[in-house]
């Protein structure tokens, strides 16, 4: 919590027992990268060691008979242990209070932590408490934040109790309960004989310096304790990336859903991957939802019938509760395929969806006319010997116009049916299409919130899989093969209700005129031969660094020399369509945050977004890399000869 000390504000833990402030410990070491600005309202306790005294204020005085209580880096030594504090971005500094608090004597270590969900991210989490408890020995009791901070990070719990490098006890990593508490029995011994075995730990700790204790008049442990039996060691059990997308950001929902307190969500139901996997999460939130009420969570149950305006009612189906909560409609045009308005349709009856079908071309025609008015000419799209930046326009203008309709069907759709409230818009654009901009301002990817916003193609195309067995939709199946074949293809057609021009005769649908560059830029960023290439440093060096990386990777062989242009052309079409498109982030849809590469310019990704597209001097360097490369590698052709 924040605490002004000597007018100088810090984030703090404040610690109490039986009614009385024990210690107030300020945090030393601030988050101040990614999504977190810590430096911007709080300042780093630096007096390492050292306590200062707190005058509370008056109100506090009435309540807990102090005046001033210790303040600053200490620790709290009871009648039969010592416990330390450290919080959240300290367990993840290079060196951590948790070092030299063990060395000098601290047996249990407890973290608040806020630290929010990515994908993969609990391994870090679970090796960090592990290999600091394994070294130095000791209980460590990690305390996790659970829920939606009314932004785009979701908090996934995950708590757990360590001792000694071994788990004994794991909190669930994503629950729509408030509050969970985890308990585990543990010998104060079994760490005094493991430090004892560690000389090298030992000789450490004759030399650190002490820190300040203050004296509590408790104990954690009493003489009939030696009857209990302690716990055992688990093995911690991991989320695939799939189930953790099944569930994160359907929790994230949840809360958006019931804080906002509209009546559900409005998705534009295009009949691809995307708006399917959004339609999904849906789904699994609504199971969710039911599994806690069948477990008696009074809390959910309670905002449910807030959300469907019934006092009575109790969810049972998940199905049902989804015809409720969630909206999906196909809006189609003269260009769209009865292809892709059959797995819409056939989906939404699959997880029971309220579902509307309906034309845009009317909106269309109109916008157009309005224009042809005033201008006395008409746009016509390139099949019919349009330019392209007419072909653009039409398309762009039939994209807008979706959005518009979708707005307006959230907040009327209810009404029309007699009954109340509003609906949130869901947007369906995944984060490699954000990376290269394929996608158009305002158009169906603006809406309220977006859960997918933050995952990559590939990790959806899993996670809409798993959907398939878990919940047993085989109307998914047919949005998989349709966005594998567009893979292959000669043009992608993976998102056929956003920009679609008329078919040529005898073909088929045209995406926009950059969709082939898009889906061969992509590339870059999926995982060849299983391996991900898709670290922070690799969107955030510049693009020689980045073709450097591809070019020679840990422990593989050079590419071939035809290769090593191929990798040359994927990094500057890369950059080239992230900088150009980069504008379109500042309008981007807040989304769940599930990637360390998150274009999103409001709270992440910080860079500018005005670019020099062509990048003069990162280009030619890369050019003048391939052909060394090249040269290097035909002097050893040639000395093989």
């Not at 104990?219 to 060691?233: I, N, Q």
């Not at 995944?430 to 394929?438: H, I, K, M």
């Not at 992230?578 to 999103?600: G, Q, V």
Request: proline content about 6%.
């Amino acid at each position: 919590m924040p605490v002004m000390h000597r007018n100088v504000r810090y984030n703090c833990r404040v610690i109490f027992l039986n009614r009385k402030i024990l210690l107030i410990r300020p945090k030393m070491a601030l988050a101040n990268e990614g999504n977190y600005r810590e430096l911007r309202w709080f300042t780093p306790w630096s007096r390492s060691r050292q306590t200062e005294e707190y005058f509370l204020p008056r109100m506090l005085q009435d309540l807990t008979k102090q005046e001033t209580v210790p303040f600053g880096d200490a620790v709290l030594s009871t009648r039969d242990t010592c416990i330390g504090s450290e919080v959240c971005e300290e367990l993840w500094t290079p060196h951590s209070p948790h070092v030299d608090m063990g060395l000098d004597g601290v047996e249990i270590f407890t973290n608040a932590s806020g630290s929010h969900h990515v994908l993969r991210k609990a391994h870090a989490r679970v090796d960090l408490v592990t290999m600091a408890t394994t070294k130095n020995g000791g209980i460590y009791l990690l305390a996790n934040q659970k829920g939606c901070d009314g932004d785009r990070l979701y908090y996934d719990g995950c708590a757990l109790i360590a001792m000694n490098g071994s788990i004994f006890a794991q909190g669930s990593q994503f629950s729509l309960d408030d509050v969970e508490v985890l308990t585990a029995t543990l010998d104060l011994e079994d760490i005094r004989s493991y430090r004892a075995e560690i000389s090298s730990r030992n000789l450490a700790a004759s030399r650190v310096s002490s820190y300040p204790r203050v004296k509590v008049d408790f104990a954690l442990s009493c003489h009939e304790d030696l009857l209990e039996p302690v716990s055992e060691p688990i093995e911690w059990k991991y989320h695939s990336p799939a189930e953790e997308i099944s569930l994160g950001p359907a929790c994230w929902l949840w809360d958006f859903l019931r804080r906002s307190r509209q009546a559900g969500f409005f998705l534009p139901l295009s009949g691809g991957v995307d708006s399917a996997a959004t339609a999904c999460l849906v789904y699994s939130m609504c199971h969710q939802v039911c599994e806690a009420v069948r477990r008696g969570n009074p809390e959910v149950l309670a905002d449910v019938r807030t959300i469907v305006n019934q006092p009575s009612y109790t969810p049972q189906d998940p199905r049902e509760l989804c015809g409720r909560v969630l909206t999906t409609c196909y809006m189609a045009s003269e260009n769209s395929s009865r292809e892709t308005c059959d797995r819409a349709r056939e989906l939404a009856q699959q997880i029971g969806s309220h579902h509307i079908g309906l034309s845009i071309d009317p909106a269309v025609k109109a916008l157009v006319g309005i224009f042809s008015l005033v201008t006395g000419t008409s746009p016509r799209f390139a099949v019919h010997g349009g330019s392209g930046r007419e072909n653009l326009a039409l398309q762009n203008v039939q994209a807008r116009v979706r959005m518009v309709v979708a707005y307006l069907f959230a907040q009327l759709s209810l009404w029309s049916r007699g009954a109340s409230g509003g609906l949130l818009v869901l947007g369906s654009a995944n984060v490699d299409e954000s990376l290269l901009g394929y996608l158009t301002k305002y158009d169906c990817s603006s809406a309220d919130i977006n859960p997918i916003g933050g995952i990559s193609k590939t990790d959806l195309r899993a996670f809409v899989q798993l959907c398939m067995e878990r919940f047993q939709l085989p109307a998914l199946q047919r949005c998989c093969d349709r966005a594998l074949c567009a893979l292959t293809a000669a043009s992608w057609q993976h998102r056929p209700q956003l920009s679609w021009s008329p078919w040529p005769t005898g073909g088929c649908p045209r995406p926009m005129r950059h969709g082939d560059d898009v889906r061969r830029a992509v590339h870059l960023w999926e995982a060849p031969e299983g391996r991900q290439d898709r670290p922070l440093q690799h969107v955030l060096q510049t693009p020689q660094h980045v073709e450097g990386h591809l070019l020679a990777p840990a422990g593989e062989a050079c590419p071939a020399p035809s290769g090593s242009q191929q990798v040359a052309d994927k990094v500057k079409r890369f950059f080239s369509k992230y900088s150009l498109n980069r504008h379109k982030m500042t309008t981007l849809t807040p989304a769940y945050h599930a990637e360390s590469y998150s274009p999103d310019d409001n709270r992440f990704d910080l860079r500018p977004f005005l670019y020099n597209s062509r990048w003069p001097w990162q280009f030619r360097c890369i050019e003048n890399q391939v052909l060394q490369l090249e040269g290097r590698q035909q002097q050893e052709l040639d000395g093989v000869d």
